[in-house]
Structures are given as structure tokens and as C-alpha cells.
């Protein structure tokens, strides 16, 4: 349920369950933001900035903040940095979804799925998600505030 903030209250990796929050309504904002982190297929990421055109307002600032505030019961792994670069304090959890969900990761100079230095990426190309296809509009946004 996309409307309750208690259910999104924890960021991300965050341990303090929903019931630790009092359930008040999301601004609408957040609410959209959410709605759309929802719709990235498994395997597949977007941008900060790529959620924000989606929506047509805010910028990768304002997606990011609601991120860490209310996006810890969404697939909060499949928003990453423009550049592929994994969530710093969550790496670890971030890419064991990434292998479940068989996101393309950038391969090294070694062969393995780290750049030099040991920092490991989304491969953009191949992982990026620009939103849903011709005929395969958004849900409504109001429509997933009641869901459960």
C-alpha cells in the first residue's frame, strides 16, 4: 500500500519495521515517485533523474529524498546513480538482489563484475529501464494509494 507512510517510513536496509511509525498519507509527490519505483521490472534500473522525467517534475535531488525517506518497502536497489555506481552503505544487499533478479553488472578489466578499485556497477547500457513501452502506460497514480 503505497499510501500509508508507515509502510514506507524505513530508507533503505533500514531494520525499524512499519509498525514503529505512525500511518499518516505520503505527500503526493513521494506517492507518485513510489508508484513508479513499483513499476522497474526486476532486472532492470532507473535513474534518479530518469524517475523525475517520468514524472515530468522534481529532479534527481527531490526523487532521491523521497528515496531515503519513505522508499525502504519498494525495490529501492533498481533506483541507482546515473553513472551505475551501487548505493555507498549498501552495496552488500544491493547486489544480492542484483544477482536474484539478474541485472547486467559491468564487467572489469579482470573479467568479474568489479571496476578497478573494486567498485562495483550497473551496466546502463544494458540494465536501464526507460519506462513503460507504447501501450503500457503507468497505472494511475491515485489508483495504487488503496492497494494492499
Not at 568479474?112 to 507504447?134: C, E, L, S, V
Amino acid at each position: 500500500m503505497v499510501g500509508m507512510a508507515a509502510h514506507h517510513a524505513t530508507g533503505a536496509g533500514d531494520s525499524a519495521g512499519p509498525s514503529a511509525a505512525v500511518p499518516h498519507r505520503l505527500p503526493d509527490y513521494a506517492e507518485r515517485v513510489l508508484t513508479v519505483v513499483e513499476d522497474i521490472p526486476p532486472g532492470r534500473v532507473a535513474t534518479y533523474g530518469d524517475i523525475a522525467a517520468l514524472l515530468g517534475e522534481g529532479g534527481p535531488r527531490q526523487v532521491g529524498t523521497v528515496m531515503a525517506r519513505y522508499g525502504g518497502a519498494v525495490p529501492w536497489w533498481r533506483v541507482v546513480r546515473a553513472d551505475g555506481t551501487l548505493l555507498p552503505g549498501h552495496e552488500r544487499e544491493a547486489l544480492e538482489h542484483y544477482r536474484a533478479e539478474g541485472t547486467p553488472l559491468r564487467r572489469g578489466p579482470d573479467g568479474t563484475t568489479a571496476r578497478a578499485g573494486g567498485t562495483r556497477r550497473i551496466d546502463m547500457r544494458r540494465a536501464r529501464w526507460a519506462g513503460p513501452g507504447p501501450g503500457e502506460a503507468h497505472a494511475d497514480h491515485a489508483d495504487h494509494a488503496g492497494r494492499g
